[in-house]
């Protein structure tokens, strides 16, 4: 399996854009999670979604972020408008289950918002 | 809110030597997981604990997970160059909601 996908791997935008990023889960895993991770706050998860359905939101910073799952292979992260405090590594992660099961982490999307 | 600290944040190091990096927290957490991630790369992990009191070994690296479940530790043995990278422990809650928590990390440099 070629792993969890993301893309793009690194994005520049202007503030005040519409950013979308994008993940490629591994086939057959039923979680899927996007985090973010900068050097202030480290790790943070953002939003996971069980088999396509969004479970817990509660990491969301505000109401400029939005994330879609819209089938078992494919899920997006929505900044708009976008900031330069959103500046950060967004990674998405896939695991076959819930709870303790391993996450397998992309390589990553690089955000700098200017 | 909870939270979990890890220490020391930075520590270098030369090959061969012993190094221990705390994770600790005043959560129960039900399983710790720890994690290496390398510059560009996203974390992978390295071991899962469930037990209170657990010790699991992999290779040079010994990981366990306290008898309150409230923190967990990581030795490595005899350091070397390859051990170096960003090391993260993550708890995970359910007690109340499904909680998946990062701690601060550990920033390891191994020098040759």
Known sequence: DAGVIQ????EVTEMGQEVTLR?????????????????MRGLELLIYFNN???????????????????NASF???KIQPSEPRD???????SSLGGGADTQYFGPGTRLTVL | T??????PQFLSIQEGENLTVYCNSSSVFSSLQWYRQEPGEGPVLL?????????KKLKRLTFQFGDARKDSSLHITAAQPGDTGLYLCAGFITSGTYKYIFGTGTRLKVLA
């Open chain 2, 47 to 55: 071991v899962t604990v469930v037990t209170g009191g657990e010790v």
């Open chain 1, 52 to 70: 396509n359905v969004p479970i817990d939101d509660s990491g969301m910073p505000e109401d400029r972020f939005s994330a879609k799952m819209p």
């Open chain 1, 23 to 39: 993940c490629k889960p591994i086939s057959g895993h039923d979680y899927l999670f996007w985090y973010r991770q900068t050097m």
């Open chain 1, 7 to 10: 893309s793009p791997r690194h």
């Open chain 1, 75 to 77: 899920s997006t992260l």
């Open chain 2, 2 to 7: 909870q939270l979990l600290e890890q220490s």
């Open chain 1, 87 to 93: 500046s950060a590594v967004y990674f998405c992660a």
